[in-house]
């Protein structure tokens, strides 16, 4: 689906007067990193050097808009945003993105249960699913469905958690992700997490997929897919057409949150070190959030990177040092819940 939004601006994301300037200065007390004289251990300073000392980095969030505890919630984008459906329901917030129709479907780790089948990575696909879902117009590309054997087929649009399906059952679950993805239309809070800038295209159905295709599609089919390393306007362009797709048909008084998932690349297929790229692809991410956040007054940023980055490396990470721990999310979640809900 292409753009209808306007040219992405070139100009400054904030323009203020001096005495606006010498007002910010004044009330944000999160405003300064290093005072000299100051002991780096006082944990009552407001001075950055100070606070990225503790163990859990706690930014100042200062939110455009809150959340009633009546409002509806639907979570979109990468795993991370499985970690945000759990601590809102877990508070009594109703969360159309959790689907219990999806509990009946069998993952391939036999240990997962009924997360991460609405997982969408990147900001095309969650575009793709979006679009599918509430425009009346819009048709799934049943073509971008791959026979594998003379029973399974693979769907690149889903999360790979799934096993592979006969056609029939391959067409079942995708109906019943797009009744899922339909629901957004009945929420006022969307949360949006942005996971990856790598991304494959299906050449033949022209159209971005999910995830990565399965080796035993690539093999014999060589010309089909091919991989994108995007750029900040593909991104910026997928973005403000998701917000014009919601604003067509959502939540008359929609607000969204969007972040970026800290959940780093498990590998890369540029030629890029797979940090390098990593830092690439959530830079760039993060930067368009803002930038989209800056054109929208109903989206706002939350820093759930940034407090991952900035907390001690031991207590937020586990030991493969790309799944954040249990205590890290929960930090990250009761902040969350205490800067938007009311």
Known sequence: ?????????????????????SDNWLKNPANRWYKAGLSPEDNASQYAFQ?????????????????????????????????????????????????????KLQPVNKEVTGLGFTNKYNTFSILNELHWALDPEAAFPVDSIFQITESTWFDPHCTPTLELAGFSETLNRRALMQTVAKRVEHCRGLIMTLGLVEV????????????????????????????????FVENWNSLESIHALLTRYGHPDLRIVVTVSPVP????????????????GKSLLRTVAEEWAAAHQNVDYFPSYEIVQNSNREAVWEADLRHVTGAAVQHIMDLFLQSYLE
């Open 200 to 231: 494959w295209r299906d050449c033949e159905a022209d159209v971005y997929t999910n995830c990565t295709p399965i080796r035993s599609i690539l093999k014999p089919n060589p010309n089909r897919y091919e991989f994108h390393l995007t750029s």
């Open 51 to 103: 606070r990225l000392r503790q163990p859990w980095f706690t930014p100042r969030i200062t939110p455009k808009f809150k959340f009633a505890r009546d409002d509806k919630f639907y979570a979109i984008g990468s795993c991370f945003a499985r970690g945000i459906e759990h601590a809102l329901t877990g508070r009594g917030v109703a969360v159309e993105s959790m689907a219990p129709e999806f509990a």
């Open 265 to 280: 690349l498990m590998a890369t297929f540029s030629k890029m070190d797979v940090v390098a790229a990593n830092n690439y």
């Open 1 to 21: 689906m292409p753009s209808t939004s306007p040219e992405l601006d070139t100009r400054s994301i904030y323009v203020a007067k001096s005495t606006e300037v």
